[in-house]
């Protein structure tokens, strides 16, 4: 790890050596509402303004402009504009904004233009967008999100679609509802999705999540899918997370090789054009102490290379008993370089360490998942889940012109994880004595991904094209060499803690090889004036190879064609229908039948229908959804050759979802979700068919809410309060063991003494429920959900 460490000490020095330098360089920036003179449109000026509704866009230039931009009438809804980035004149943005629109603007005095159409004549109906009053939410499927509400999104499309426009599933977590809620780590915030359940860490190792019943194992960063086959090996921070978006159903389309539930991206921050300072501190319950900062500057004059820097600490014990205290840090600078107008280059880095207890939780009894208290620790203090990640990834946007645009990204990431941990074999007759086996793990994985995304916008005769052609490849190598060694088994109900692990083994090693290589095209069709056609389609070719102690496992290729159909209807600007069909595949790492017949990538197929609704002028959004997911190919028992498997195992899940997000008055914030799922077992040759699949509860929900005051004398503090609701589910696949619902109810405050300083508290659990969490790998592997528990937090800006 030596060389991983010094090449971020080197960034990290030259970034903050920049940034200290570039304190004491003043910059364009202006006054909101400060006059200038209109002659002054020929000075160049730095304008970072996104993709987005031309209504915002025209807001965000007269911020940026110092100019009042008026708009006689209205403008229409989906009426869009590019993105203007970089150093130039402010009449060459208005134009760049303009442009393809059918407008035009003229000089109506020193201070203000005024948009029109050719011919029209600017009057007293004039509709005022200028700096001093901003209205409307400026937003890109890459950037921060205002309040609750997420209108744009590209992680179902890899284009900046709006979301009403999408005929898919896809729900945004914004970093206000993170913030607000004091979440620490990635579990916490895709609680507030629906039909999206938390599977477990793995042994307080890693994220594991369920979607739609299905594993979602592959976290997405930034449009890149983690390490096939193996996920992350730490659980994510969120220091540099900007929104969290989940994709419902097969997304292979787009991204090769993957799960049929669905995927989590992770859309992190990027540095901006103003300079802001944030130091956040937090401590709580159970001996937690966390520090984070944000710290974004321009390091140069003309505002064409920017960086930020975005760290957290985290030092935490447990409610757990006999446990040592876990330590996490996360280190993740960036920096963003726009040599033209139509040219952005991002470098991001970041670095992640966990040293943390490995914890597998507690052992059902007598078909019961928490017979155990929940702080009862079935492991030794020696286990630890410890890893390190260096991730490095670059992406160049450019645009051609005003219709085609060309996305190229690269990510290298490089891990190491060295777990130990007293593995749970089983309980014995007498229902009391837990076996156990002592494993220690040195685990080394890279990971190499490419990806390039062509974009344009035209029309043939009365069709109106936003064609998509991509390609991207993957490329991962995991190295592992794992010892075992006798261990003392443990009383569950009077354990005694010290077992010291007998003689290790001889290391047993694996090599594994994953390559994905893929080419994909898709066109979103809008013709008439109401129907828009999203049609798609990949084709994937995987090599996987798999060496168990030097003898060679799986040496395959697979391919596989993903097809993706679509289409909205939109009879009003805030109302979309939607049906869509979606597919999946997912190469084994290895497996073979009896008669040697390597096996064949499981299938995932999705048929979806739904109703997206804004009300109250855009601030708040609905989703409702209807599906049906199967999973086939699914090996399961050969009844003539019991010790093999074959591939005739079929997993299906239906269901129906609500979502709701965004602002019902003025200060009142909500997201919420509802979802119905009849996850099921259909074709298995030792499973009953009908079983229900592991941890996947037939209802769940969420609602939270926040009030900010409005007016004196409460004006700064801010009021909240959510529950999470899971039904009953079952911990294992035979259905023999029973997991109980919960409804867990969270509290929240803040108080804003000034612009600059804040003050929070979180009480999560608020009536001390008992409940179990997450369960992945069976009753062996119960994760009860933490008690009561308090934070505060303060944070400060300069």
């Known amino acids: 790890m030596n060389g991983r460490l010094t090449t971020l000490v080197g960034a990290l020095t030259a970034m903050v050596a920049a940034a200290t330098l570039a304190v004491s360089v003043p910059t364009h920036a202006q006054a909101s509402g400060s006059p200038i003179r209109l002659a002054q449109l020929s000075a160049e000026r730095t304008f ?18 110092g100019l009042q931009v008026t708009v006689h009438g209205t403008l229409p809804r989906d009426m869009s504009a590019p993105a203007v980035l970089g150093t130039m004149t402010s009449e060459e943005a208005l134009t760049r904004l303009l ?5 035009t603007y003229v000089v109506t005095d020193e201070t203000t233009v005024a948009i029109e159409r050719p011919g029209q004549q600017n009057d007293d109906g004039a509709m005022v967008l200028g700096p001093i009053t901003v209205e409307g939410r400026a937003e890109s499927a890459y950037g921060p999100v205002e309040g609750y509400l997420a209108t744009r999104s590209a992680t179902a499309t890899k284009t900046d679609t709006p979301i009403i426009d999408t005929p898919a599933s896809i729900q945004v977590v914004p970093r206000e509802v993170i ?18 359940q938390v599977g477990g860490t793995g042994g307080n190792r890693s994220d594991i999540f369920l979607i739609r019943g299905f594993a979602a194992n592959r976290i997405s960063r930034d449009g890149f899918l983690s390490a096939p086959s193996f996920g992350d090996a730490g659980q994510l921070g969120l220091a540099n997370v900007e929104r969290v978006e989940v994709l419902k159903g097969p997304p292979s389309v787009l991204y090769g090789p993957a799960d049929p539930g669905g995927l989590v991206n992770i859309v992190t921050k990027k540095p901006g054009a103003e300079p802001h300072y944030i130091i956040t501190g937090r401590a709580g319950s159970f001996d937690f102490y966390e520090s984070d900062i944000d710290f974004n500057q321009p390091l140069t004059e003309d505002g064409k290379l920017l960086a930020r820097l975005n760290a957290s600490y ?3 014990g447990s409610f757990r008993d006999y446990f040592v205290n876990s330590e996490r840090i996360q280190v993740a600078p960036s920096l963003r370089w726009v040599p033209t107008s139509r040219t952005t280059v991002d470098f991001d880095l970041e670095y992640y360490r966990q040293d943390q207890q490995f914890d597998y939780g507690v052992v059902a009894v007598d078909g019961k998942a928490l017979a155990l208290p929940r702080e009862r620790f079935l492991g030794e203090r020696g286990d630890r889940a410890e890893s390190d990640e260096l991730r490095l990834q670059t992406s160049v946007d450019h645009e051609f012109n005003d219709d085609w645009s060309l996305r190229a990204l690269a990510r290298f990431s490089d891990t190491n994880a060295t777990p130990t941990q007293s593995f749970p074999l089983g309980l014995e007759a007498d229902g009391r004595t837990l076996n156990r086996r002592f494993f220690a793990f040195n685990q080394d994985y890279q990971n190499y991904a490419l990806q390039a995304n062509l974009t344009g916008k035209f029309e043939t005769g009365p069709l109106e094209h936003q064609l998509l052609f991509g390609a991207d490849s993957n490329f991962t190598r995991f190295k592992s060499e794992a010892r075992s060694a006798d261990l003392d088994p443990i009383d569950i109900f009077n354990p005694v803690y010290g077992a010291t692990p007998g003689p290790l083994s001889a290391p047993g090693t694996q090599d594994r090889r994953i390559d994905f290589y893929g080419i994909y095209l898709q066109d979103l069709i809008s013709f008439g ?15 996987t190879r798999f060496d168990r102690n030097d003898v060679n496992v799986t040496d395959k290729w697979d391919q596989a064609f993903s097809p993706r159909a679509g289409l909205v209807y939109q009879p009003i600007d805030d109302l979309s229908i939607y049906a869509s069909y979606t597919t999946s595949f997912l190469p084994p790492l290895s497996g073979a039948s009896f008669d040697g017949e390597e096996f064949e990538p499981e299938e995932g197929e999705q048929f979806e229908i739904g109703v997206k609704r804004d009300w109250f002028d855009g601030r708040l959004s609905t ?13 399961t028992a050969d009844p003539q050759n019991p010790t093999f498997s074959i591939q005739v195992g079929e997993q299906r899940s239906r269901g129906v979802e609500f979502d709701v997000a965004g602002e019902l008055a003025p200060g009142w914030n909500i997201i919420g979700s ?24 037939k209802w769940s929900g969420s609602l939270w809410a926040t009030y900010a005051f409005q007016g004196s004398p409460l004006r700064g503090l801010e009021i909240g309060s959510g529950v999470f609701v899971v039904g009953d589910r079952k911990a294992d696949f035979a259905n023999q063991v029973d997991v109980d619902g919960y409804a867990r109810v969270d509290l929240f405050a803040r108080y804003e003494i000034n612009d600059n300083i804040s003050f929070a508290l979180n009480i999560e659990n608020l009536f001390d429920e008992d409940y179990v969490e997450g369960v992945v790998f069976g009753p062996n592997f119960i994760e009860p959900g933490a008690p009561r528990s308090v934070f505060g937090t303060v944070q400060i800006k300069f």
């Open 623 to 635: 989703t409702l959804a209807a599906y049906q997911l199967t999973r086939s190919n699914v090996s």
């Open 314 to 316: 985290e030092n935490a």
């Open 48 to 65: 970072d303004i996104a993709a987005q509704p031309l209504t915002t866009a025209l807001t965000q230039f007269g911020q940026q402009s």
């Open 99 to 103: 442009a393809g629109s059918g407008l």
């Open 674 to 697: 509802l979802a119905y799922l009849d996850a099921e077992v259909t074709k298995d040759n030792t499973l009953p068919v009908g079983n229900q699949l592991v941890n996947a509860p």
């Open 529 to 543: 004036d109401y129907w828009k056609l999203l049609l798609g389609g990949r084709f994937d070719t995987a090599k």
């Open 179 to 196: 913030k607000d809620q004091g979440a620490t780590r990635l579990a916490d915030v895709v609680r507030n999705v629906s039909s999206v």
